[in-house]
């Protein structure tokens, strides 16, 4: 197959000693590299060897038929823009200075622009959407704002790869998707191939063709999103002891409160989820149930009940789980139900709900206990 | 906005040129003998008269070294405070005016104790000599401190001890040179020959011209190292020529009019003002012109504020330069704390 950019055999460090060895990949043009991995485990470290601001230990990279890092700078500056994390220091440049400077290797000897390079400066403006803005001192604007100039200054480059590293970090929600909506785009526009780094590991899915992991000794994994977002992996790569991340929900817990549950909670059909954070915050633990294993509120009662009681997905539910579930019941005093009405494929709850009533079992409904004192 | 910089641009490039036109005719024209614009064309036509001689061998001389190492001086700062990223660098604050004196001074008793003149070409590299080595402590101190304030700090302290080193050479050289070291010790224009003013043309439009050809590479430096890196500046090279550059022009002004404080630092601070940018390109000629204009002002004032008795150059350029640095600090503080 042909590749567009590879990188082979590759060992980055600093002052010649190696921090990470053999790191391979190879992009076709226009696909986004992500690389993810805790902190300090040398995500910026390989983006530096790839940019050459690093000098390689060992290894080769390749683009097109080309070594990238033996090419002469001004060539390579066409080929390759950055943003990196590092202040760019601007003293007294404008927002739309801060763009023109991307077209530096193309501008004569004294960096003069010319009325090519201003048409390409206003056009990346609009695409990037900061054509409003491009009169403001460039240390007078917001942090979404600068990452989109910033982007525009390495698209002005019209470089063929583009490299970030975390491009996304100090942003908002939604400048995090308005940025990488951009690189989609562009992307799919211009054919841009891109190389990050991301801290956000559900946005890393979204917009990944490949990721790379890195585990701060070696590239633990390499490949599509498919390939790593598998059952337990994150939790591996990020040693992740406190608390809990679901690969295939991306859903995020903090540490279940352990113990002997007091507390069961009737759920289902994701109405369950906020208490049991509520119940994680107070630190009852409690028993959840009977839930599918489709459930929305599944993925959090598997990382946060002391107990859950579950039914495979689209089966019903069998006798033996309905009996664990009524022996639960029996061992608590309290009874919180989440489910405001049962659905007619729901009967297993309302036995469950009549059973704790018929107990003399306390039960509350999700927003009555909210406001009890329990666990405070 | 762009044609409203241009004409920013226009006007501070004519204040400026206008400015060096009019302190070249007051400082020639103004003195003990005052010679009135009408007679000058006469003076310098006559050049045997007492007025001629007055204008010719005495004044032009002096306001033109002024004017050529006041530009040089206001460049070698602003080369300083681009290479470390450091606005409050220069020449003089980080001890390579003290380094290219003291080297200069160990050259000249010595060679006065064996009667041998010093040439103008000598001394510019005994300067360069002493300007390369105080540099070459910053530039290892720079690598231990990150800090910019303790940058200036080891600057200064380099400076003291340059210092200190010349003033040991003085006390035991002899009588007659000590009057001469003196003098020149403390910064001063005067007896400068035409053939120095001859010299110093020379290598300041030299160097000049070959920092104002860097313009662009300087321009990428000044957006950080990994940003100039990526759009190809060989930055290694780049920083050698800077160091190289600047010691060239401390070095020349030293060896010429001894130590001269706070142009460096303070005159790339207004001429960037008044631009309202920072860009090389323009920042270079407006640098040098805007140097030019301090230092024959700078000049004026220690002839005549006393006249007869002379000031040294740098108490005067100390009471104009010292309250912009503070300015300048004041303002970084409230941009970086506000």
Redesign the interface.
């Known amino acids: 197959m042909n590749y567009f950019f590879r990188a082979e055999k590759m060992t980055v460090g600093y002052h010649n000693k190696p921090l990470i060895e053999n790191v391979e990949f190879a992009l076709k043009k226009g696909e986004i590299l992500t690389l993810i991995g805790p902190n300090g485990a040398g995500k910026s470290t390989i983006l530096k060897s790839l940019t050459g601001q690093l000098e390689l230990i060992a290894g080769t990279v390749y683009i097109g038929e080309g070594e990238l890092l033996k090419m002469p700078g001004n060539l390579r500056s066409q080929k390759m823009a950055v943003v990196f994390t590092k202040r760019l220091h601007s003293e007294l440049m404008t927002c739309e200075d801060v763009v023109a400077t991307g077209r530096y290797p193309y501008t004569g000897r004294f960096g003069l622009l010319g009325d090519e390079d201003r048409r390409i400066i206003r056009q990346v403006m609009d695409m990037v959407n900061v054509t409003a803005i491009k009169d403001q001192d460039f240390t007078r604007i917001s942090d979404g704002q600068r990452q989109r100039v910033m982007l525009a200054r390495a698209i002005c480059q019209e470089p063929e790869i583009i490299v970030l590293d975390e491009p996304t970090s100090y942003l908002d929600v939604r400048y995090k998707l308005e940025f990488l909506s951009i690189l989609q785009r562009m992307k799919r526009e211009k054919n841009l191939t891109v190389i990050m780094s991301l801290h956000e590991l559900e946005l890393a899915e979204r917009v990944s063709d490949k990721i790379l992991c890195i585990n701060g000794r070696y590239v633990d994994r390499y490949g599509t999103p498919r390939e790593i977002f598998t059952r337990g992996y994150i939790s591996d790569l990020f040693s992740i002891e406190s608390g809990s991340y679901d690969e295939e929900s991306e859903d995020m817990e903090l540490v279940r409160a352990d113990g002997e549950p007091k507390v069961f909670v009737i759920a289902g059909a994701g109405s369950g989820r906020r208490t049991f954070r509520e119940l994680q915050r107070k630190s009852v633990p409690f028993a959840a149930g009977i839930i599918s294993r489709n459930d929305l509120d599944y993925p959090a009662a598997k990382a946060l009940a002391a107990k859950v009681l579950a039914a495979e997905s689209f089966e019903p539910v069998d006798d033996e789980t309905l009996q664990s579930a009524k022996e639960q019941i029996d061992r608590c005093d309290t009874v919180i139900c989440c489910r405001e009405h049962f659905g007619t494929q729901e009967a297993y709850n309302e036995e469950l709900w009549k059973y704790a009533q018929a107990a003399g079992k306390q039960i509350y409904t999700a927003e009555a206990w909210k406001n009890t004192r329990i666990g405070e | 906005?762009e044609a409203k910089r241009k004409k920013r641009y226009l006007i501070t490039f004519l204040i400026l040129i206008l400015g060096v036109i009019a302190f070249l005719l007051l400082n020639i024209c103004i003195g003990t003998v005052q010679i009135p614009l009408s007679e000058l064309k006469n003076a310098v036509m006559d050049g045997d008269s007492k007025l001629g001689r007055i204008v010719l061998d005495i004044r032009a001389p002096r306001s033109f070294a002024a004017m050529i190492l006041g530009g040089a001086l206001a460049l070698a700062g602003y080369l300083l405070q681009t290479f470390f990223?450091n606005p409050i660098a220069g020449p003089f604050v980080l001890g390579i005016s003290s380094g290219a004196k003291m080297v200069v001074a160990l050259v000249m008793v010595f060679l006065m104790g064996q009667s041998i003149s010093v040439s103008s070409g000598m001394m510019i590299l005994a300067a360069f000599v002493g300007a390369m080595i105080s540099m070459g402590f910053v530039l290892l101190m720079s690598r231990r401190v990150s800090r910019m304030s303790m940058l200036v700090v080891s600057g200064v302290m380099i400076g003291y001890i340059c210092s200190a080193i010349t003033e040991l050479v003085v006390t035991f050289a002899e009588d007659s040179d000590i009057v001469n070291l003196h003098n020149w010790s403390r910064g001063s224009f005067s007896g400068i020959t035409w053939s120095n003013v001859g010299v110093m043309t020379v290598v300041v439009l030299v160097s000049t011209v070959i920092i104002f050809?860097m313009?662009?590479p300087l321009?990428?430096y000044?957006?950080?190292?990994?940003?100039a890196?990526?759009?190809?500046?060989?930055i290694k090279a780049l920083r050698i020529l800077m160091v190289i550059l600047s010691s060239i022009l401390s070095a020349c002004i030293v060896a010429f009019a001894g130590p001269i404080s706070f142009v460096g630092i303070a005159v790339p601070h207004l001429v960037?003002a008044m631009l309202?940018?920072?860009k090389p390109?323009l920042m270079i000629p407006a640098c040098f012109l805007g140097g030019s204009v301090f230092c024959m002002f700078c000049d004026l004032l220690a002839r005549m504020m006393f006249a007869p008795t002379e000031l040294s150059i740098s108490t005067v350029t100390a009471v104009f330069g010292a309250p912009v640095v503070l300015w300048v600090m004041v303002k970084r503080n409230k941009?970086n704390h506000g």
Do not use: P, T
Not at chain 2, 229 to 234: A, C, E, K, P, Y
């Open positions: 906005m990223h050809l313009s662009k321009e990428a000044q957006l950080g190292d990994s940003y890196q990526n759009l190809g500046v060989n960037k309202k940018s920072a390109i941009e």
